[in-house]
């Protein structure tokens, strides 16, 4: 079983920036799908961004591109997401998720808010005030 942990959620003012971090303690990332995702109280869950590891092929909702960028440290074994010029609708509860295979659809997972993704963390809290 992989077990992801997020780190870096906070709180700060609308315009600021966050980084947030997925690691797996005990396990190498290897092929296959990661991704962000979100989910503010009294909402569904929504993708954010999703990656594919074996070529770096990234996709981002409407939302919040141009702000965020998903990125893979292989050296360090650490899926991050940079949000620039945060928004409050930004507040969330952010979750990394993840499918180790190379069968797995980015595109799909970031479109069905995480469908086909096997691991998921327990999420960071995001708090963006105006």
Known sequence: Q???????????????SLRLSCAAPGYTYSSGCMGWFRQAP???????ATIFTDDGST???????????????????????QMNSLKPEDTATYYCAAAFHQDCNPRYGLGTAGGGMDY???GTLVTISS
């Open 42 to 48: 009294g909402k569904k869950r929504e993708g954010v």
């Open 120 to 122: 998921w963390g327990k």
């Open 59 to 81: 996709y981002y909702a409407d939302s919040v591109k141009g702000r965020f960028t998903i990125a893979q440290d292989n050296a360090k074994n650490t899926l991050y997401l």
């Open 2 to 16: 992989v077990q992801l942990v997020e780190s870096g959620g906070g709180s700060v003012q609308a315009g600021g």
